[in-house]
């Protein structure tokens, strides 16, 4: 099984609301990512964590607040954004981060008002 | 610093009509090269891996190959459901991160 879930499907919010963003995988991966896609561009990484530990953080705001629960769970927190903000926001699993391929979700559609 | 280029931007194919496309990279100390299908509005699903000069893998109508330099995903006898927008994505030297290419726009005709 390759599965990697997101919920919620679709989100609307205003620039003022709190929200989280969920990603589940139970392949035993030990890495898990937060990539941002705007339309017809390729997926831009945002945060990387190895081992339930933040690794990589692509100068990411504040206003993006990533969680790592446990090995199978990820988080994505989001405070005061902006409406440029509006994306597709993917969650991604890999079994390590040394040269494996990185298995998606389906991405939660984001629209900040 | 790395860098992933794809061409052609967009392709439009008959059904049938075999092509390839193309994804040059240049990174220092390749780890792995990855291809990807992603359907409007959906994750990138995951095709190949290619580590090493001179690999190639194989998927019903996708082959894909690898150059120092680039590798191709060549498409044989094409569908209509092949219409997808294609992703390379290189892994370098000890960094976890994937450096994307711009992606090509498949469009198969019936």
């Known amino acids: 099984d390759t599965e990697v879930t997101q919920t919620p499907k679709h989100l609307v919010m205003g620039m003022t609301n709190k929200k989280s963003l969920k990603c589940e995988q139970h392949m035993g991966h030990r890495a898990m990512y937060w990539y941002k896609q705007k339309a017809k561009k390729p997926p831009e990484l945002m945060f990387v964590?190895?081992?339930?530990?933040?690794?990589i953080n692509e100068s990411v705001p504040s206003r993006f607040s990533p969680e790592c629960p446990n090995s199978s769970l990820l988080n994505l927190h989001l405070h005061a954004l902006q409406p440029e903000d509006s994306a597709l926001y993917l969650c991604a699993s890999s079994q390590d981060g040394g040269g494996r391929e990185q298995f998606f979700g389906p991405g939660t559609r984001l629209t900040v008002l | 610093e790395d860098q992933v280029t794809q061409s052609p931007e967009a392709l439009r194919l008959q059904e049938g009509e075999s092509s390839s496309l193309n994804c040059s990279y240049t990174v220092s100390g390749l780890r792995g090269l990855f291809w990807y299908r992603q359907d409007p509005g959906k994750g990138p699903e995951f095709l190949f891996t290619l580590y090493s000069a001179g690999e190639e893998k194989e998927k019903e109508r996708l082959k894909a190959t690898l150059t120092k330099k680039e590798s191709f995903l060549h498409i044989t006898a094409p569908k209509p459901e092949d219409s997808a927008t294609y992703l390379c994505?290189?892994?370098?030297?000890?960094?976890?991160?994937?450096?994307f290419g711009p992606g090509t726009r498949l469009s198969v005709l019936p």
């Open positions: 994505a290189v892994q370098a030297g000890y960094g976890q991160n994937f450096v």
């Open positions: 964590y190895s081992y339930e530990k933040l690794s």
